[in-house]
């Protein structure tokens, strides 16, 4: 059965439904954490670099801690423990990353309901995982 879920999330309405799924299969299955998965396309400006003493993956998990917040409040009232990952980067790339190093047996992640032609055309973040991870993808709408 599963015992390492990664919830991979952007912030998302579609991503929150997908928070709400991952802790509800944490408790559930009695799990007693989730790794939640925050990827950033682009840097931080300079400015908030230099502010940041080019901390750059404090800043990141400041931002993400922000963004994420309430995802975060409904895992500690759920009582499930989680673990932040940051990163920058492609995000189906650097969660397919995580997914391999750390032997993720089920990765849950929103829906960005792309039109028809535009999916096609581009592909989103959960097609690409749901076709490349070896672990089971739950795609939440």
């Known amino acids: 059965m599963f015992t390492k879920i990664l919830l991979a999330t952007d912030g998302s309405e579609n991503a ?5 799924a991952a802790i509800g299969l944490a408790q559930g299955l009695s799990l007693p954490s989730i790794t ?9 400006s300079e400015s908030r670099m230099v502010q940041a003493k080019f901390d750059v993956h404090s800043l990141l998990v400041e ?23 940051v990163a920058i980067g492609d995000p189906a790339q650097e969660i397919l990353a995580h997914v391999q190093k750390e032997q993720i047996d089920l990765v849950v992640i ?7 032609l535009q999916g096609v055309l581009i592909g989103s973040v959960s097609q690409k995982i749901a076709h490349l991870a070896p672990c089971p993808v739950l795609i939440v709408k």
């Open 36 to 44: 939640i998965a925050h990827i950033v396309t682009s840097p931080p």
């Open 110 to 116: 929103g829906s960005r309901g792309l039109g028809t």
């Open 16 to 20: 929150s439904r997908a928070a709400e």
């Open 63 to 85: 931002e993400s801690r922000k963004i994420l917040s309430g995802t975060l409040a409904r895992c500690d009232a759920a009582g499930i423990a989680y673990t932040l990952k």
